[in-house]
């Protein structure tokens, strides 16, 4: 059983940037793909970005390219998603995801993944 941890939300202006950690109590979280996805109120769950086990693939929905990052830290067991240039329409529920999955891949896809966080909530204001 792989428990996660988000933290770093919060209430921020447009514009601002905020960045997001899940930690994660599995010691070999380099063998797990992670994603990070969000819900806005009245909306379904949706991809944001996702990393495959050995950090190499990323991919990335296309309201955040360009703006989030997502990277890992398998060495303190922590995933992290930089948000840049939020905007009023990022507010959600933050969630990450673990799934043990092929070392290459990075999943889009949330029913592949096999453990979930309880989320962060980032509120940005305009």
């Known amino acids: 059983q792989v428990q996660l941890v988000e933290s770093g939300g919060g209430l921020v202006q447009a514009g601002d940037s905020l960045r997001l950690s899940c930690a994660a109590s599995?010691?070999?979280?380099?063998?797990?793909?992670m994603g990070w996805f969000r819900q806005a109120p009245g909306k379904e769950r949706e991809f944001a970005a996702a990393?495959?086990?050995?950090?190499?693939?990323?991919e990335y929905s296309d309201s955040v390219k360009g703006r989030f990052t997502i990277s890992r830290d398998n060495a303190k067991n922590t995933v992290y998603l930089q948000m840049n240039s939020l905007k009023p329409e990022d507010t959600a529920v933050y969630y990450c995801?673990?799934?043990?999955?092929?070392?290459?891949?990075?999943?889009?896809?949330?029913?592949?993944?096999?453990?979930w966080g309880q989320g962060t909530q980032v509120t940005v204001s305009s």
């Open positions: 995801a673990a799934h043990l999955g092929a070392y290459y891949v990075a999943y889009r896809g949330p029913d592949v993944y096999d453990y």
């Open positions: 599995e010691r070999t979280l380099s063998s797990y793909a």
């Open positions: 990393i495959s086990s050995r950090g190499g693939n990323t």
